[in-house]
């Protein structure tokens, strides 16, 4: 049983328009969740994370937003560029002020960005 | 300041052969986490480290160890090993336990081909 899904495994998006990477979880107790970026043989690079407590965070081109009621997350990347293909994995942990250590991975989604 | 480093990035082990892999996490990190990456499952977590003791473990069978010494680094070890442990193995490090909403940093990881 999945307890973090990513449904789409790839998306395809034109360089200058809004990639919207999806992600839905099942446990209600995940209060910490992350998004990680993967190039081909490196490893994951974090990206932006958000806690349970906000419903948006910001980081330049890249914005996370938290539906808990939904218990679903969002990664809007705006405007997409062509050095943002990769696969991008959505994390969640419970324990916001303890271990990270373990993070319940979704699968990730490839992203082309076509210029 | 120097990242995760993995080491070997990359090796090839007949069935049955044992492998340990080594892990020196980001300078000052004193939790270490190690992940199965494969195209099937995705990334998987398998154990975790804090001041040389094992916190937290997934689902992997007894075959899977690791362990951590007094510097930080880590080392994990897979024995009597199967076609199916062909995968990337990622280490990850962190301040460690009670920081709240702390990142952890994966190194590039250590591709395992099983023949």
């Known amino acids: 049983d999945q307890q973090v899904k990513q449904n789409s495994p790839s998306l395809s998006v034109q360089e200058g328009r809004i990639s919207i990477l999806n992600c839905d979880y099942t446990?209600?107790?995940?209060?910490?969740f992350l998004w990680y970026k993967k190039y081909p043989a490196e490893g994951p690079t974090f990206l932006i994370s958000?806690?349970?407590?906000?419903d948006k965070n910001e980081d330049g081109r890249f914005t996370v937003f938290l539906n808990k009621s939904a218990k679903h997350l969002s990664l809007h990347i705006v405007p997409s560029q062509p050095g943002d293909s990769a696969v991008y994995f959505c994390?969640?942990?419970?324990?916001?002020?303890?271990?990270?250590?373990?993070?319940?991975f979704g699968k990730g989604t490839k992203l082309s960005v076509k210029p | 300041k120097a990242g995760v480093t993995q080491t070997p990035r990359y090796l090839i082990k007949t069935r049955g052969q044992q492998v340990t892999l080594s892990c020196s996490p980001i300078s000052g990190h004193r939790s270490v986490s190690w992940y199965q990456q494969t195209p099937g499952q995705g990334l998987q977590f398998l154990f975790e480290?804090?001041?040389?003791?094992?916190?937290n473990k997934g689902n992997f069978p007894g075959r899977f160890s690791g362990r951590q010494f007094s510097n930080s680094r880590s080392e994990m070890n897979v024995s009597t090993l199967e076609l199916g442990d062909s995968a990337l193995y990622l280490c990850?490090?962190?301040?460690?336990?009670?920081?709240?909403?702390?990142?952890?940093?994966f190194g590039e990881g250590s591709w395992l081909t099983v023949v």
């Open positions: 990850a490090s962190s301040l460690g336990w009670g920081s709240s909403g702390n990142t952890i940093y």
């Open positions: 994390a969640a942990s419970v324990g916001y002020g303890g271990s990270q250590g373990n993070l319940i």
């Open positions: 446990n209600s107790m995940f209060d910490y």
């Open positions: 958000i806690s349970s407590i906000k």
């Open positions: 480290y804090f001041s040389e003791t094992q916190r």
